[in-house]
């Protein structure tokens, strides 16, 4: 202990901590008072030891003295070169105490320890929301200043996260990195694999709160929740319909529009919707997808093979408001109200006649 004492005779009033110099000493006291005596002139950092004005400094000059010798890259302070080189050694001298993981960085370390512990220090001061690291606190703010500082190169939008700039410049690039292994299909969102893979294993852990249905997308089960609710939320700017989901929008507006963009490559018919072309397109094929359960009927539309099905269950959903009788098909309903028509027109010429 006298040998410790003698090559550390400084020692600190305040903790237990004892140098080798008065210089470091007095460096280290200004931790227990605060003293800040080196200043920038440049911005108004103020620091409490010399070297660390000297490494601020390089903040404003650009300067990065410190290089790699494996790629080449420079650095403006000595311990981030001490980082990078663990990239070219794979050193990570960080473990977590509670699972496997290892990190290069006591920073990375301490991120990935919220995961365990449920802390999430970075509030939002406009809502509740709280989070886990300082990045994503930064990204939600944008959600309330509707910031979007990541703009496209090739096309006028801005994106509030750099991620999602990233995904869409795959649509300039078409590059698809997410590849399912188990058919050819490919993506240019991650999201939309995972979306994708739940169609071959028949996933649907998105359920309906008020009835049974799952399915297999949050945003297919949103757009069901307003068969619910009833909301319609896409209106049209020309008459005043309006829809539950955008498509159905779209495909209305053709009405006004008159744009027929689904086209028949055998005889050039042309269709505002791409079912329609589809039903269209089995009078050139002859495919009849549609079977009866109850005899061997086959029918190229589904509506056609509901009315057939009426045919064995004597539903007649159509009645006539002048007097009892009821059809299976509202075709028949119009040809029999005509019935009506001409026995009013009888009517009437007969008793034009009685009054002369």
């Given at each position: 202990m006298e040998t410790y004492a003698k090559l550390k005779p400084y020692s600190c009033e305040v903790c237990t901590l004892s140098f080798t110099s008065s210089s470091d000493l007095k460096r280290h006291v200004r931790i227990h008072t605060g003293e800040k005596p080196y200043s920038c002139n440049v911005c108004a950092a103020d620091f409490s030891d010399h070297s660390n004005l000297k490494s601020h400094m390089r903040t404003h000059t650009g300067e990065k003295p410190y290089y790699c010798e494996e790629?080449?890259?420079?650095?403006?302070?000595?311990?981030?070169?001490?980082?990078?080189?663990?990239?070219?050694?794979?050193?990570?001298?960080?473990?977590?105490?509670?699972?496997?993981?290892?990190?290069?960085?006591?920073?990375?370390?301490?991120?990935?320890?919220?995961?365990?512990?449920?802390?999430?220090?970075?509030?939002?001061?406009?809502?509740?929301?709280?989070?886990?690291?300082?990045?994503?606190?930064?990204?939600?703010?944008?959600?309330?200043?509707?910031?979007?500082?990541?703009?496209?190169?090739?096309?006028?939008?801005?994106?509030?996260?750099?991620?999602?700039?990233?995904?869409?410049?795959?649509?300039?690039?078409?590059?698809?990195?997410?590849?399912?292994?188990?058919?050819?299909?490919?993506?240019?969102?991650?999201?939309?694999?995972?979306?994708?893979?739940?169609?071959?294993?028949?996933?649907?852990?998105?359920?309906?709160?008020?009835?049974?249905?799952?399915?297999?997308?949050?945003?297919?089960?949103?757009?069901?929740?307003?068969?619910?609710?009833?909301?319609?939320?896409?209106?049209?700017?020309?008459?005043?319909?309006?829809f539950s989901q955008n498509s159905s929008l779209k495909n209305h507006m053709r009405k006004h529009t008159g744009e027929k963009p689904y086209v028949c490559l055998i005889c050039n018919s042309a269709f505002s919707q791409n079912t329609s072309l589809r039903n269209h397109m089995r009078r050139h094929t002859g495919e009849k997808p549609y079977s009866c359960q109850v005899c061997d009927a086959s029918f190229s539309q589904a509506n056609t093979l509901k009315i057939h099905l009426r045919t064995h269950t004597g539903e007649k959903p159509y009645s006539c408001e002048v007097c009892q009788a009821a059809f299976s098909q509202k075709a028949n309903l119009k040809i029999h109200m005509k019935s009506h028509a001409r026995a009013l027109g009888k009517k009437c010429k007969s008793e034009k006649k009685s009054k002369v």
């Open positions: 790629c080449g890259s420079a650095f403006s302070h000595s311990s981030t070169l001490k980082v990078h080189l663990r990239i070219h050694s794979g050193e990570r001298p960080y473990s977590c105490q509670v699972c496997e993981h290892a990190f290069s960085e006591y920073s990375s370390l301490k991120r990935h320890m919220r995961k365990h512990t449920g802390e999430k220090p970075f509030s939002c001061h406009l809502c509740s929301s709280a989070f886990a690291e300082m990045s994503i606190l930064k990204e939600h703010m944008r959600t309330h200043t509707g910031e979007k500082p990541y703009s496209c190169n090739v096309c006028a939008s801005t994106f509030s996260h750099s991620s999602s700039l990233k995904v869409h410049m795959r649509i300039h690039t078409a590059e698809k990195p997410y590849s399912c292994n188990l058919c050819e299909a490919a993506f240019s969102d991650n999201s939309n694999l995972k979306n994708h893979m739940r169609r071959h294993t028949g996933e649907k852990p998105y359920s309906c709160e008020v009835c049974d249905s799952a399915f297999s997308e949050s945003s297919s089960l949103k757009k069901h929740m307003r068969t619910h609710t009833g909301e319609k939320p896409y209106s049209c700017q020309i008459c005043d319909a309006a």
